[in-house]
């Protein structure tokens, strides 16, 4: 399942790059809105609640980190790598599906085209921040995972 995890995030960041670029491209060329627009945010939000049924799966029933850091939260609390895995990790990442999908529902119901490109790049900029955040990178010291 951690592999699933690691190799979904690529799918994650990449559609969101691909979701955020053509939201930029909308607002400073002020270019209608299109099907490619809706669906770089929809795979975005697809790729997004995948890892999120994912993550859950390993953080309920297969991490030993999550395991670890729930059977004594206080401790966990005190340890900065079982604390962001059980605490971090998880809100960041709740947090930046929820502005995916709020972002989706609102291009959505939005009238015009500039108006729908302003609020793409909010909500999806915003989410993959916080996703670009919360990923343990290799080259974070104490939470570094692989590339793959």
Do not use: C, E, N, P
């Given at each position: 399942m951690i592999h699933l995890h690691s190799i979904l995030r690529w799918a994650i960041v990449l559609a969101g790059l691909w979701a955020?670029?053509?939201?930029?491209?909308?607002?400073?060329?002020?270019?209608?809105?299109?099907?490619?627009d809706s669906k770089a945010g929809l795979f975005f939000m697809i790729f997004c609640d995948i890892q999120l049924l994912v993550g859950l799966v390993l953080y309920f029933v297969t991490s030993e980190k999550a395991r670890l850091a729930l059977s004594n939260m206080g401790a966990a609390m005190k340890d900065s790598t079982l604390r962001f895995f059980a605490i971090e990790h998880t809100i960041m990442a709740v947090l930046a599906i929820a502005l995916v999908h709020i972002g989706k529902s609102k291009v959505k119901k939005a009238?015009?085209?500039?108006?729908?490109?302003?609020?793409?790049?909010?909500?999806?900029?915003?989410?993959?921040?916080?996703?670009?955040?919360l990923i343990p990178w290799p080259f974070r010291a104490a939470l570094g995972a692989a590339w793959f």
């Open positions: 955020v670029i053509r939201a930029l491209k909308g607002v400073s060329g002020k270019a209608a809105f299109t099907a490619a009238t015009s085209d500039a108006q729908k490109h302003k609020l793409a790049l909010t909500f999806y900029g915003i989410a993959l921040i916080l996703i670009i955040a």
